[in-house]
Protein backbone atom coordinates (compact mmCIF):
# COMPACT_ATOMS: atom_id res chain seq x y z
CA UNK A 1 0.00 0.00 0.00
CA UNK A 2 1.20 3.89 -0.64
CA UNK A 3 -0.35 6.52 0.60
CA UNK A 4 -0.24 9.76 -1.36
CA UNK A 5 -0.63 13.44 -0.01
CA UNK A 6 0.07 16.50 -2.02
CA UNK A 7 0.57 19.87 -0.97
CA UNK A 8 1.44 23.41 -2.26
CA UNK A 9 -1.32 24.23 -4.95
CA UNK A 10 -2.53 27.40 -4.65
CA UNK A 11 -3.50 30.60 -6.52
CA UNK A 12 -1.03 32.40 -9.15
CA UNK A 13 -0.98 35.20 -11.31
CA UNK A 14 0.04 34.01 -14.99
CA UNK A 15 4.14 33.66 -15.68
CA UNK A 16 4.45 33.25 -11.80
CA UNK A 17 5.41 29.81 -10.24
CA UNK A 18 4.22 26.80 -8.35
CA UNK A 19 5.89 23.81 -6.21
CA UNK A 20 4.15 21.35 -5.58
CA UNK A 21 5.23 18.29 -2.92
CA UNK A 22 4.15 14.53 -2.71
CA UNK A 23 4.50 13.10 0.40
CA UNK A 24 4.65 9.16 0.04
CA UNK A 25 3.93 6.58 2.60
CA UNK A 26 4.97 2.93 2.38
CA UNK A 27 8.06 1.31 1.69
CA UNK A 28 7.41 0.66 -1.85
CA UNK A 29 7.67 4.26 -2.57
CA UNK A 30 11.62 4.20 -3.69
CA UNK A 31 11.26 0.89 -6.06
CA UNK A 32 8.17 2.61 -8.25
CA UNK A 33 7.95 5.50 -10.53
CA UNK A 34 5.87 8.64 -9.46
CA UNK A 35 3.84 10.53 -11.65
CA UNK A 36 1.72 13.71 -11.92
CA UNK A 37 -1.53 14.10 -13.65
CA UNK A 38 -3.75 17.05 -13.49
CA UNK A 39 -7.60 17.60 -14.41
CA UNK A 40 -9.03 20.74 -15.72
CA UNK A 41 -13.00 21.00 -15.29
CA UNK A 42 -14.85 19.11 -17.95
CA UNK A 43 -11.72 17.27 -19.57
CA UNK A 44 -10.29 14.02 -18.24
CA UNK A 45 -7.44 13.43 -16.72
CA UNK A 46 -4.12 13.76 -18.51
CA UNK A 47 -0.18 12.76 -17.73
CA UNK A 48 1.63 15.91 -16.75
CA UNK A 49 5.54 14.47 -16.09
CA UNK A 50 6.67 11.13 -14.71
CA UNK A 51 9.72 10.30 -13.48
CA UNK A 52 11.44 6.23 -12.77
CA UNK A 53 12.51 4.74 -9.79
CA UNK A 54 16.13 6.44 -9.38
CA UNK A 55 15.13 9.68 -10.80
CA UNK A 56 17.43 8.34 -13.89
CA UNK A 57 14.09 8.72 -16.50
CA UNK A 58 11.79 11.70 -16.91
CA UNK A 59 9.16 12.31 -19.58
CA UNK A 60 6.66 15.44 -19.83
CA UNK A 61 3.63 16.05 -22.02
CA UNK A 62 4.65 18.54 -24.63
CA UNK A 63 2.72 21.06 -22.85
CA UNK A 64 4.64 21.50 -20.22
CA UNK A 65 8.26 20.62 -21.98
CA UNK A 66 10.55 23.23 -20.60
CA UNK A 67 7.95 25.04 -18.04
CA UNK A 68 7.53 22.03 -15.01
CA UNK A 69 10.52 20.06 -13.52
CA UNK A 70 9.82 16.66 -11.47
CA UNK A 71 12.28 15.80 -9.00
CA UNK A 72 12.58 12.99 -6.33
CA UNK A 73 14.00 12.17 -2.74
CA UNK A 74 13.84 8.86 -2.39
CA UNK A 75 15.49 9.14 1.09
CA UNK A 76 12.37 11.45 2.01
CA UNK A 77 9.64 9.68 0.20
CA UNK A 78 8.74 12.79 -1.54
CA UNK A 79 8.01 13.57 -5.29
CA UNK A 80 8.00 17.18 -6.28
CA UNK A 81 6.73 19.14 -9.70
CA UNK A 82 8.33 22.51 -10.31
CA UNK A 83 6.17 24.83 -12.21
CA UNK A 84 7.47 27.95 -13.63
CA UNK A 85 5.91 30.00 -16.47
CA UNK A 86 2.26 29.21 -15.48
CA UNK A 87 -0.60 29.74 -17.83
CA UNK A 88 -4.04 29.59 -17.42
CA UNK A 89 -4.42 26.90 -19.19
CA UNK A 90 -2.53 25.05 -16.14
CA UNK A 91 -5.17 25.49 -13.51
CA UNK A 92 -6.56 22.08 -12.43
CA UNK A 93 -6.27 19.77 -9.94
CA UNK A 94 -3.09 18.28 -9.74
CA UNK A 95 -2.80 14.53 -8.75
CA UNK A 96 0.68 12.88 -7.67
CA UNK A 97 0.21 9.03 -8.76
CA UNK A 98 2.53 6.06 -7.99
CA UNK A 99 2.99 3.51 -10.45
CA UNK A 100 2.75 -0.43 -10.45
CA UNK A 101 6.70 -0.72 -12.27
CA UNK A 102 9.93 0.99 -11.96
CA UNK A 103 10.25 3.02 -15.34
CA UNK A 104 6.48 4.86 -15.83
CA UNK A 105 5.16 6.76 -17.87
CA UNK A 106 2.43 9.46 -18.73
CA UNK A 107 -0.32 6.33 -19.37
CA UNK A 108 -3.15 6.41 -16.13
CA UNK A 109 -3.47 2.49 -15.87
CA UNK A 110 0.12 2.38 -15.39
CA UNK A 111 -0.85 4.23 -11.75
CA UNK A 112 -2.08 1.86 -9.30
CA UNK A 113 -2.51 4.80 -6.38
CA UNK A 114 -3.65 8.19 -6.41
CA UNK A 115 -3.51 11.48 -3.97
CA UNK A 116 -6.53 13.17 -3.21
CA UNK A 117 -5.46 15.98 -5.30
CA UNK A 118 -4.54 20.43 -5.07
CA UNK A 119 -6.03 22.92 -6.63
CA UNK A 120 -3.91 25.32 -8.82
CA UNK A 121 -5.21 28.14 -10.01
CA UNK A 122 -3.36 30.16 -12.71
CA UNK A 123 -5.32 33.96 -13.20
CA UNK A 124 -4.71 35.93 -16.04
Known amino acids: QVQLVESGGGLVQAGGSLRLSCAASGRTFSSRAMGWFRQAPGKEREGVAG????????FYDDSVKGRFTISRDNAKNTVYLQMNSLKPEDTAIYYC?????????????????WGQGTQVTVSS
Open 51 to 58: ISWSAATT
Open 97 to 113: AAARGRWGSLIRGEYDY
